[in-house]
């Protein structure tokens, strides 16, 4: 018998039980459009988002996109799995020219109802080493450049930060959340294994570790195990915790560091993770069909908290300032400096 955490823990993490549908905040996402971005789509005839989710570019649903859906806006028919915002609207679609789409959608004022201030990316590109089966053979892969030692995609700024960064720049209302990514414990193989890494394709090698490549947290413990788009300055990247509840309340002191959430900082010095929320064990809604569910962690599963639990700051602030919308520098000022320091 194994017990896993479910969204209600990650709501009381983030303090959402206290606001969501709670007299005198009453706040739920409703009017408000979150934008998705993942592997598929949400899928749109699950009971926890019927009628509320709009695909906009014909892609199939995932159970990724899914789960991710339900941490940000399960109406809660299964109360386990009740989303951070029960009542938002989702605009979902697959990571294909997510910047273009981003800039299509995003709000640059308040009172956009048809545009997103808040989006949410769980994805990020493969770094350092992975298992899988890419070159056609299962085992350890490394996607670094031949030759490196670390992976020179971690903490580094690259030409996506830099589109992502200059889209919010334009868009001042809209603020994207980011994963930070699940590098930290990725481990080299052992001494002799076969690996496989890419030299104008895949090629294959013995590893050794005295001139391989490092494992991806090799640095002090895990530092610089976040990369690209996730080291953008005017993001919100998110790291993912335990979750910080003991006795059915919050409790900052149990939101302690998952194993495998990335680390900063940037190359240029900048902290990152801007935070953390919970992203291990949560259950959500599972595309396997409209009653399906299942655990996941991740910082895929905290970067929504994370975005779930802001809309209802953006809804809140739209009732008490005549439909006003926070610019997300505000937002994501707010966000951190208010945040518990584990």
Known sequence: IYYTTHNVNAAISTGVDLIRNISPYNVNGAGILVGVWDGGSVLSTHQEVTGRVNIGDGSASHWHATHVGGTIGASGVNSDALGMAPSVSISSWDWTSDTSEMTGIAASSPGQVSRIYLSNHSYGSINGWSTGNWSGNQGPHYWGASGEREDNKFRRYNSGAASWDSL?????????????????????????????FLNGGWQTATYNAATGPFNDGFDNGGFDTISTEGVAKNIMTIGAANDAVAGGLRSVAAGTMSSFSGWGPADDGRIKPDIVANGVGLTSAHDSSNTAYSGSSGTSMSSPNACGSALLLTEYYSDLFSNGAMRASTLKGLIIHTADDV
């Not at 868009?171 to 690996?195: E, H, M, V």
């Open 168 to 196: 919010a720049f334009s868009s001042q209302y809209y603020l994207i959340f980011k994963s930070a990514g699940n590098d930290r414990n990725d481990a080299a193989p052992a001494a002799g294994a076969t690996y496989y």
